[in-house]
Nanobody
């Protein structure tokens, strides 16, 4: 059974930094694409970033240059380094996984974590 557990969320001032982690189990991590999505109440879940099994990355335009996704295959963990945070980055951040590759569409992913709250104060 695939399990994804996010951590690292919290409250930070605008301009600050956070690093989110997502620990994966129950899957062959090396062969999975790992993605981050975020969601606010009453709004659709939106794509943030993805790192594919070959290490290739892609980002939403709104976070390019500020957020960076990485993975440690030895630890079965994916990270989201968040710098220069803005109040509009406030959301619940979710980790998602699917084999090999993926894109920005949440319906393509069938493995999700429980989410971690990120709040950026102005």
């Amino acid at each position: 059974q695939v399990q994804l557990v996010e951590s690292g969320g919290g409250l930070v001032q605008a301009g600050g930094s956070l690093r989110l982690s997502c620990a994966a189990s129950g899957l062959n991590f090396n062969y999975y694409a790992m993605a981050w999505f975020r969601q606010n109440p009453g709004k659709a879940r939106e794509f943030v970033a993805i790192i594919r099994s070959d290490g290739g990355t892609a980002y939403a335009d709104s976070v390019k240059g500020r957020l960076a996704i990485s993975r440690d295959n030895a630890k079965n963990t994916v990270y989201l380094q968040m710098n220069s945070l803005k109040p509009e980055d406030t959301a619940v951040y979710y980790c998602a996984a699917r084999p090999y590759t993926g894109g920005p569409y949440q319906q393509d992913y069938n493995n999700w974590g429980q989410g971690t709250q990120v709040t950026v104060s102005s």
